[in-house]
């Protein structure tokens, strides 16, 4: 996901609506599908929680670099950032 981040930001300082779209769909659904049964069965529901709307907020992020201006693919790539803040946050690896 950091690399989803660093390629939108990258994209939106050079205005490539293409790579904005590929680095957010990185981290969208395909990445939440490829979450193994194993894995998914011992995360808590609060995990999910937080997680599940982060990776539509990535797929959400791409269809609007299609059409919306710069500055407001950067408050939503803002916006979604604060997804990473709360869950680093609350969740450690043990
Ligand atoms: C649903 C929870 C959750 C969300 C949302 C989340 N992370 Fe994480 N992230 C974690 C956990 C848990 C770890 C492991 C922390 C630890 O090592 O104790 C982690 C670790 C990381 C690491 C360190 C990886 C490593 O190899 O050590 C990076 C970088 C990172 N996250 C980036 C992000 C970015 C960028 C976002 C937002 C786009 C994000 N994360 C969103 C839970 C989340």
Do not use: W, Y
Request: charged share 25%.
């Amino acid at each position: 996901m950091l690399a989803s981040v660093q390629g939108i930001m990258q994209g939106i300082g050079e205005s490539d609506r293409g790579r904005i779209a590929e680095s957010a769909r990185l981290s969208g659904n395909r990445m939440a599908r490829a979450t193994p049964n194993t894995v998914r069965a011992r995360l808590p529901q609060s995990f999910k929680d937080i997680g599940g709307p982060t990776h539509m907020m990535f797929e959400e992020l791409a269809v609007r670099a299609e059409t919306d201006e710069m500055d407001m693919i950067a408050r939503d790539a803002g916006k979604l950032m604060n997804q990473c803040m709360t869950c680093h946050a609350t969740f450690r690896v043990q």
